[in-house]
């Protein structure tokens, strides 16, 4: 399955938020703190959260990134989240992005796995979160611009996808836990 990510010639100039982000080092040890243009533009490691939002068919949230994103403008996601903020802790930044993005408020946040994401300039500490919701979606107008629901199997198909979600949704599909209960 594929996924129309036509992009204009031209896009909006991004917005990178004006926060200070949690540096650690090539071990996840904190070490300090960054604005976050600043962590892009070094290539710094740092702490970011994955909350994969799964309905009760079994299918994933996934979201399409608005054009002013700093990364990946127009990109699919496959899970909510994002950067940690200077000494914020990995479940309280995961249940702030999962309302911010997607205004999910009180589903019970499930941690299932960490991984590292080094590629493509980024260094990131990746933790996976795992929240079924079936209620409404409210959507963040200055990040997402739009979200459906697909299999994981069709999700993790699609063309367009951000590579650290996609790596983090495997990473789940290979511990059993997108598996549908019977």
Known sequence: MTAD????????????????IQL????????????????RR??????????????????LCVQRRTLTKEVFPGGLDLAAGGVVGAGE???VAARRELAEELGVNH?????VLEFVHAEG???????VFVVEHDGPLVLQAEEVAEAFWLSPE?????????????QAVMALDETGALAVAP
């Open 42 to 59: 070094f290539r710094c490691w740092h702490r970011a959260t994955y909350i994969v939002v799964r309905n009760r068919r079994g299918e």
């Open 107 to 111: 589903a019970p946040l499930r941690h």
């Open 121 to 127: 300039g980024h260094h990131i500490f990746g933790s």
């Open 5 to 20: 990510i036509s992009l204009p010639a031209s896009l909006p100039r991004p917005h990178i938020a004006d926060e200070r």
């Open 24 to 39: 650690v080092d090539a071990r996840n040890r904190p070490c300090g703190s960054a604005m976050r243009a600043t962590m």
């Open 89 to 91: 802790a990995v479940h």
């Open 154 to 166: 069709d999700a993790l198909a699609l063309e367009g996808v951000t590579p650290d979600t996609r």
